[in-house]
């Protein structure tokens, strides 16, 4: 058993302060004005690179949210997403390890927490804004009240 009892979920915000990169803690305040039961805990990382196997080794149920670029899908679109589809729709960092690479490194160490679910909120490219679009928001919003209708 982990660190953490198996009820605990963790549900982690990945982000930086830069514009739309911020959709992962966008997604964490909007879950922090709910009534989230004892057992979710909420988290806010800037990018975290391997310092991110700290808490998936804690926790037996991981949900992770993060920006990710895409031309397939409208900004503000939020989806589950596979390993395969975040590293096809992170481009690799300039700061560390990106989330993708992160998880590929936690993945080949054996690290794999037994339940983990990834969901890409879709941004243009990050530019030198400084505040999150309305359609970002807007999906932020939408999955923030997905993952609480899940709860139990």
């Not at 963790?10 to 992962?24: K, N, T």
């Not at 900004?75 to 990106?98: F, K, M, N, R, Y």
């Not at 690290?111 to 990834?118: A, D, F, G, H």
Request: net charge negative.
């Amino acid at each position: 058993m982990n660190a953490h009892s198996a009820d605990t979920e963790l549900i982690l915000g990945i982000g930086s302060p830069f514009g739309d990169d911020q959709a992962g803690w966008a997604v964490i305040e909007a879950l922090q004005a709910l009534s989230l039961p004892d057992h979710i805990r909420l988290e806010r990382l800037d990018r975290p690179g391997s310092r991110l196997i700290e808490y998936l080794g804690q926790y037996d149920r991981i949900t992770l949210i993060d920006a990710v670029v895409t031309e397939d899908q409208p900004v503000g679109t939020w989806l589950p997403l596979s390993l395969d589809q975040l590293e096809q729709s992170q481009p690799a960092s300039s700061h560390g390890l990106g989330l993708a690479q992160a998880l590929a490194l936690i993945q080949a160490l054996g690290e794999w927490p037994p339940s983990l679910r990834i969901f890409g909120i879709c941004i243009d490219p990050p530019g030198l804004e400084e505040s999150l679009s309305p359609a970002v928001i807007k999906g932020a919003r939408q999955l923030a009240e997905t993952l609480f209708s899940e709860v139990d």
